[in-house]
Structures are given as C-alpha cells and as structure tokens.
C-alpha cells in the first residue's frame, strides 16, 4: 500500500499569510494526487487533481505543485474561507489512500 | 446539477448488517466510476471501495480492512450505487459517503470530484 504523509498536521496562520502544506507519498505515484478542503460538518471538496490542475470554480489562491513522491499545495493569500483542514489522496493505485490531513486554524 | 445522495445510516448492533444507499443526478451516472468513503468522527478519510461503470465483475475494488464484509453494487437504470455492510463492528460507525471517481486509468479522471453529504452508520 502507498502511504502518504502530510505535513504539518495542523498550523495556525492570519488571514492574508501564504501557507503551504507539503505530501509524502511512501513510493512515485507520477502526478496521481489529489487535494481537498473539509470544512466541519461538511463533505470533502475537490481542490486540486493531477497534482496542479485547479479544480473548475476553485479560486487562484490555490496552487498544486510536485510529481513523483513529493508535492505541496500552497495557498497564496489566505482567506476567512480557507480555514478547514486540507487531505492529499493518490489515485496511483489501490487501495487509493489518504493523508492524515492538515487543519488550517486562524492565529 | 449534479448531485449525491446518500442514505440507509443509522443505528446498528454489533453483528448487524446495513445497505447504504447513494442516489445520483444531473450526470450520466454509467459513465462514471464511483466510490465510498468513510471518516470515523474526528479522524480523517478513508477510502472503501469503488467501482466502475458498468459494475461488471473484476471491475470492483475493495480496501483490506473491509474486503469480504462489505459488498459496494449499482444499478445504472436506478442511478444509484449502494453499499451492503455485514457483520458491523464498533469500529465501523463513521460518517459514509460516496463520490464519483476516480477513472484511475486517466491521471486527469482519477480523482473524487463531486461528494454527497454522508450518512452517519453507527455501531452500538
């Protein structure tokens, strides 16, 4: 099984700060990964897939970057929105696994 | 638009069985792969099972910790897709959902693009 590690598993960051969360997968899984935004009580969003497409309706803050094993997102300009906690997900293979998550909190 | 149902949660006892239903609309439902997911409360996501659209057999794919107790099914005339759990453990309460994808075959398909809003399973 690929395993994937986020990191940090939470930061704390004002509202205009560029935040970025870093993915690990365990072997190459070429540009296989995804991200999502949870916000509580609701279901995940796609975000970002093939690594650095931005999903259709997801504002330009968010970008995706990486291949092979190791990639980030970053969000440039963070907004009240943006609070919530970020997954990465490969699609390389299965089982199709998820990272731990990242919570995004407001400092 | 193109939306995800899911329903069929509830409360359960240990040992029970359950079937989760997901209802489709707004898109083609038999040209999508389709999936579970589900997230124990306060923890993160993990992935169960998907499927493709035609369902046929070979076609269905399950992670370790459930293979053999869960069965994931659909019905294209129905545009639904549904989730039978047996022999349900303390461990399985978790909020369920489904989501259409991934096409793992395309690396622009191979992703979970539209979610439902869950239904919560919970095991006494």
């Known amino acids: 099984d690929i395993q994937m590690t986020q990191s940090p598993s939470s930061l704390s960051a004002s509202v205009g700060d560029t935040v970025t969360i870093t993915c690990r997968a365990s072997?190459?899984?070429?540009?296989?990964l995804n991200w999502y935004q949870q916000k509580p009580g609701r279901a995940p969003k796609l975000l970002i897939y093939?690594?650095?497409t931005l999903q259709s309706g997801v504002p330009s803050r968010f970008s995706g970057s990486g291949s092979g094993a190791d990639f980030t997102l970053t969000i440039s300009g963070l907004q009240p929105e943006d609070f919530a906690t970020y997954y990465c997900q490969q699609s390389y293979s299965t089982p199709l696994t998820f990272g731990g998550g990242t919570r995004v909190e407001i400092k | 638009q193109v939306h995800l149902v899911e329903s069929g949660g509830g409360l359960v006892k240990s040992g029970g069985s359950l079937t989760l239903t997901c209802a489709a609309s707004g898109f083609t439902f038999s040209d999508f792969y389709m999936s579970w997911i589900r997230q124990v409360p306060g923890k993160g996501l993990e992935w169960l099972s998907y499927i493709s659209g035609s369902g046929a057999t070979g076609s269905i794919y399950y992670a370790d910790s459930v293979k053999g107790r869960f069965t994931m099914s659909r019905d294209n005339a129905k545009n639904s897709l549904y989730l039978q759990i047996n022999s349900l453990r303390v461990e399985d309460t978790a909020v369920y959902y489904c989501a259409r994808g991934p096409d793992i075959v395309e690396e622009s398909a191979a992703n979970m693009d539209v979610w439902g809003q869950g239904t919560t399973v919970t095991v006494s």
């Open positions: 072997h190459s899984i070429g540009s296989y």
């Open positions: 093939a690594a650095s």
